[in-house]
């Protein structure tokens, strides 16, 4: 059984940064990739970018190219993954998810979320 723990998220202005984290504890949790989703009032919940199980390759959707860094570190039994965002904007707010095991597919290089292990969320507010 893998569980989830987010941390960070918060008010900041626009043109600020924030960092989120969200660790997986549990058997074999270095093994697998994981992701960062981010839901907008009334939006439906959408990719931000993913990690794969080693840390070496990563994909960020077009609106946080060039501004978000995602980073994991992985121990024995537990992987932290990390969400560095930079000059964020009001369209950045939203309640950010974290998501374990999800399907990597190289050839199209992207990732499908694993159904069973989310985050509780994280709130980010942006002002403007």
């Known amino acids: 059984q893998v569980q989830l723990g987010e941390s960070g998220g918060g008010l900041v202005e626009t043109g600020g940064s924030l960092t989120l984290s969200c660790t997986a504890s549990g058997p074999s949790v270095n093994k697998y990739a994981m992701a960062w989703y981010r839901q907008g009032p009334g939006e439906e919940r959408k990719f931000v970018a993913y990690?794969?199980?080693?840390?070496?390759?990563?994909?960020?959707a077009d609106a946080v190219q060039g501004r978000f860094a995602i980073s994991r570190n992985n121990a024995d039994a537990k992987s932290t993954m990390h969400l560095q965002m930079d000059n964020l904007t009001p369209e950045d707010t939203g309640v950010y998810f974290c998501?374990?095991?999800?399907?990597?597919?190289?050839?199209?290089?992207?990732?499908?979320?694993?159904?069973?292990?989310w985050g509780n969320g994280a709130l980010v507010t942006v002002s403007s």
């Open positions: 990690i794969n199980w080693s840390g070496q390759r990563s994909l960020y």
């Open positions: 998501n374990f095991g999800g399907t990597v597919n190289l050839a199209a290089d992207t990732y499908k979320p694993g159904p069973d292990y």
